[in-house]
């Protein structure tokens, strides 16, 4: 690289804990001339200068995006519609607009006809993230080894391609290219799917009469602690994907049920030896996860750690 | 407490995860004269040596339990018959005979038969344990502040009842009595229901056709790879939790898919508010959770802490 920046003015535009965690590992590489950080709020705003994770902040998206390079919305889902029609007319020619949902079809569908012509749409999704949401709850470490998956519709450049992949690259993410559609099935069973169960499973658990709220909470050690952590993940956002990518949430859902209801007669009619067979099946996916880095081998996460 | 350890002989039967995490407490605190350590496995007994976790190993479990004032038996819920019925005729009166079972009312079913009169007979459920198994998973913390539930029948000896509730309060436990009809409904929802739903949702993702299991793999940081660590647990143990505690997990997964397709209908039909209800009704559960230190807050369990 030389000492040149890849893109010379990068707004952001939502600082929750996406904005706010690109923001933060801006500060340690070399990628953006001026980073601004433009949102809604004003509290946001205050936090995002006290925190000095970004050279300027303002709550207007406009001037945020007057010659910008790149651009990227880090809102939920179901917001990058507005924040596109709000910034089309300020956008430079040349400059790269992108994203962070979760989902791909949808934003294709909502961002692309407020793009004024010679602007460059490329969706992206960096896979990684907390059930923590905010300002605060970013970190610049977030996107290491993980992967982020541009979704460029056909016809797209693909010098700007490269330069967004470069770009995520440098906050130390590996990329890939995919098709919208494509990204939003594989996600619904990665993340999406996932998600429902565990929010589903513990509003199973809360609305039980036979067993105590209390109980439910003390006992939580034997696994659904861990589905209570995605549970906690953030409604708004979490409301936007389902309903923005329903059409393949639907279809992998129909699948884990069908897959349910065989598992409900094994354990009806004793039939051990399926069950036994699943559950060695599935170990060798946790092994491959180990082995591709994309998670920890200690027990339990590593709770026991010392 | 006085020189005197609370018990003499402690045998344990079955040294995996559970069986030498409870010898390898017992190592640090005063609760048992000596600890003799049985398994069915020569390779285990060897092992247990060499680690130097009890001050005596072996495959005789009739000799292991003759004069013991304390059996536990850390062996999979199927095979807890099968050991009571092996060791039964050299049980000494007044032992207290318990195990570790993830399930209750099938291991009195089990058990009971073989216990011959004058031995107490007082099952317990730790509820703690990782996806790891074999006697080198085990380390000493394993109980810390986790709970363990007794389920003693009517009629048991209340101060036999009291022993063995302070033993499990020496290894860093807090205890709980409950009947064994409602243990198994209790951890059917807080444990062997989130399992069989891991196990699943693991398995429908290896099943997709338009999905390859590198892209499951690769994407897997969305919030599967956590479903991944449960069903990476050992295959027997549960099968045989899925087997013995089939009512109650029968009763809860229908409760389940009731409140999944009620679900599945809100997506269907653009129901956001429903989703944002449940999803924020849901963080409440986390919270008390992370309160009751059953969790660690560390967004992501954790894994970015440096
Ligand atoms: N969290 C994850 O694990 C994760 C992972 C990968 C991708 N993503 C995607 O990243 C995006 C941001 O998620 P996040 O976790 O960073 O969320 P977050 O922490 O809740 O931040 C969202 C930001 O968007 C703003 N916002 C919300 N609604 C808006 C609207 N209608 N118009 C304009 N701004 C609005 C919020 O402002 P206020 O404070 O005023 O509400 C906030 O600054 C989402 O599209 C999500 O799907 C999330
Ligand atoms: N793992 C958890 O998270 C957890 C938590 C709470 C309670 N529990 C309960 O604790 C018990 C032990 O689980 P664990 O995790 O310690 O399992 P583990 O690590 O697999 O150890 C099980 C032990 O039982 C022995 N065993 C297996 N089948 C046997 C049989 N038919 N007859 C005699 N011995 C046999 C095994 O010997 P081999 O090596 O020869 O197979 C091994 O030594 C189970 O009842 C489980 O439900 C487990």
Not at 255 to 276: C, H, K, P, S, V
Not at 279 to 284: E, G, K, S
């Amino acid at each position: 690289m030389t000492g040149q920046p890849l893109f010379g003015k990068v707004a952001l535009i939502g600082i929750g804990l996406i904005g706010s965690s690109i923001a933060r590992a801006l500060r340690n590489v070399p990628l953006a001339g001026t980073v601004v950080a433009a949102d809604r709020s004003e509290a946001v705003i205050a936090r995002v200068r006290e925190l000095a994770i970004a050279d300027d902040a303002t709550t207007d998206m406009a001037a945020a995006v007057t010659d910008a390079d790149l651009v990227i919305a880090c809102v939920p889902v179901g917001a990058m519609g507005a924040v596109a029609e709000a910034v089309g007319p300020h956008l430079k020619p040349g400059a790269i607009v992108s994203d962070v949902g979760s989902t791909k079809g949808s934003i294709v569908a909502q961002m692309a006809p407020h793009m004024p012509a010679g602007v460059h749409l490329i969706p992206a999704h960096p896979v990684a993230g907390t059930e923590h949401s905010g300002p605060d709850s970013g970190f610049p470490e977030l996107f290491h080894g993980r992967w982020c998956i541009l979704t460029p519709v056909p016809g797209t450049d693909p010098e700007a391609v490269e330069r967004l992949a470069a770009f995520w690259q440098g906050l130390g993410s590996k990329t890939e290219v995919m098709a919208p559609d494509h990204h939003d099935l594989v996600l619904a069973i990665t993340s999406h799917v996932p998600h429902l169960i565990a929010y589903n499973i513990v509003g199973t658990a809360s609305d039980l009469e036979k067993v105590t709220e209390s109980e439910v909470i003390k006992f939580s050690a034997g696994g659904f602690r861990d589905f209570t952590r995605i549970a906690a993940s953030d409604p708004t956002m979490w409301r936007d994907v389902f309903l923005h990518n329903k059409e393949a949430v639907l279809e992998v859902l129909g699948r884990f049920t069908e897959d349910l209801i065989a598992l409900q007669r094994n354990i009806r009619w004793g039939q051990g030896d399926q069950l036994f067979d699943l559950f060695t099946r599935t170990r060798a996916i946790r092994r491959s996860i180990i082995d591709q880095r994309q998670d920890t081998a200690d027990p339990d996460f590593g709770r026991n750690r010392k």
